[in-house]
T-cell receptor
Framework: AQSVTQLGSHVSVSEGALVLLRCNYS??????LFWYVQYPNQGLQLLLK??????LVKGINGFEAEFKKSETSFHLTKPSAHMSDAAEYFC???????????FGSGTKLNVKP | NAGVMQNPRHLVRRRGQEARLRCSPM?????VYWYRQLPEEGLKFMVY????????ESGMPKERFSAEFPKEGPSILRIQQVVRGDSAAYFC???????????FGQGTRLTVV
C-alpha cells in the first residue's frame, strides 16, 4: 500500500528565507514520488518528480527535492522564497509511475514580505 | 494545444439533484483520471478511464457516482441525488499513455445546498 504524510499543514517563511516542506511516504514497492503546486482556485502543476534515477531532483521555479530511502522522505526545498511561491503544495506517490496518485493532505506556504 | 478543460468551473446543486461534470482531455490524450478534493484534504483517486473503458474504479463510491469516457466527446463524472457531503473540488487529469505524465485541469467546484 502507498501513503504520504506531509508534516505541517501551514508553513510561513519570510521572503528570501529557506523553504522546507516535509514529505514522508510508505510504499510496498519502489516508489515514484511527485511534488505538485496548487494556486488558489487553480489545478495542480507538476513541480518535480523522482522516478528512480538521481536522488536529488531539480524542478521548476528553483525547487528541488531529495529522495532519502533510509528516511522514507522526499522533502521539498528552495533556497530563497519569493512572494509568488505562496500556494499549497502536495506530495504524491504512485506505483510504477502509473497515474493513480496517493496525495498527502497538503502544506500551505505563506511568504511574508 | 489547450490544456485539460473542465466545465463548469463552479456548480451549485440542491440536495437530491444530479451533477454532471465534464472533462475534455488534452489533444492526443486517451487516458483520463478523476480525483476528488474534500475541504482541507488532499486529492483522492476516484476512477481511471480509457476511451470507452473503465480501467480502475476502486476509488468511486459504490452508489450514486458513475463515470464514462465515450469514443467521442468529453469524459463525464455523474453524481446522482447529491448530498452535502459531495461538496468538493473534482479534478480531472489526462495523459497520452498510462505511465506518462498526467496533466490536471482546473477543477470543478461542486457546492450542494
Amino acid at each position: 500500500a502507498q501513503s504520504v504524510t506531509q508534516l505541517g499543514s501551514h508553513v510561513s517563511v519570510s521572503e528570501g528565507a529557506l523553504v522546507l516542506l516535509r514529505c514522508n511516504y510508505s510504499s510496498s514497492v519502489p516508489p515514484y514520488l511527485f511534488w505538485y503546486v496548487q494556486y488558489p482556485n487553480q489545478g495542480l502543476q507538476l513541480l518535480l518528480k523522482y522516478t528512480s534515477a538521481a536522488t536529488l531532483v531539480k524542478g521548476i521555479n528553483g525547487f528541488e527535492a531529495e529522495f532519502k530511502k533510509s528516511e522514507t522522505s522526499f522533502h521539498l526545498t528552495k533556497p530563497s522564497a519569493h512572494m509568488s511561491d505562496a500556494a499549497e503544495y502536495f506530495c504524491a506517490v504512485t506505483r510504477n509511475n502509473f497515474n493513480k496518485f496517493y496525495f498527502g493532505s497538503g502544506t500551505k506556504l505563506n511568504v511574508k514580505p | 494545444n489547450a490544456g485539460v478543460m473542465q466545465n463548469p468551473r463552479h456548480l451549485v446543486r440542491r440536495r437530491g439533484q444530479e451533477a454532471r461534470l465534464r472533462c475534455s482531455p488534452m489533444k492526443g490524450h486517451s487516458h483520463v483520471y478523476w480525483y476528488r478534493q474534500l475541504p482541507e484534504e488532499g486529492l483522492k483517486f476516484m476512477v481511471y478511464l480509457q476511451k470507452e473503458n473503465i480501467i480502475d474504479e476502486s476509488g468511486m463510491p459504490k452508489e450514486r457516482f458513475s463515470a464514462e469516457f465515450p469514443k467521442e466527446g468529453p469524459s463525464i463524472l455523474r453524481i446522482q441525488q447529491v448530498v452535502r457531503g459531495d461538496s468538493a473540488a473534482y479534478f480531472c487529469a489526462s495523459s497520452p499513455e498510462k505511465d506518462t505524465e498526467a496533466f490536471f485541469g482546473q477543477g470543478t467546484r461542486l457546492t450542494v445546498v
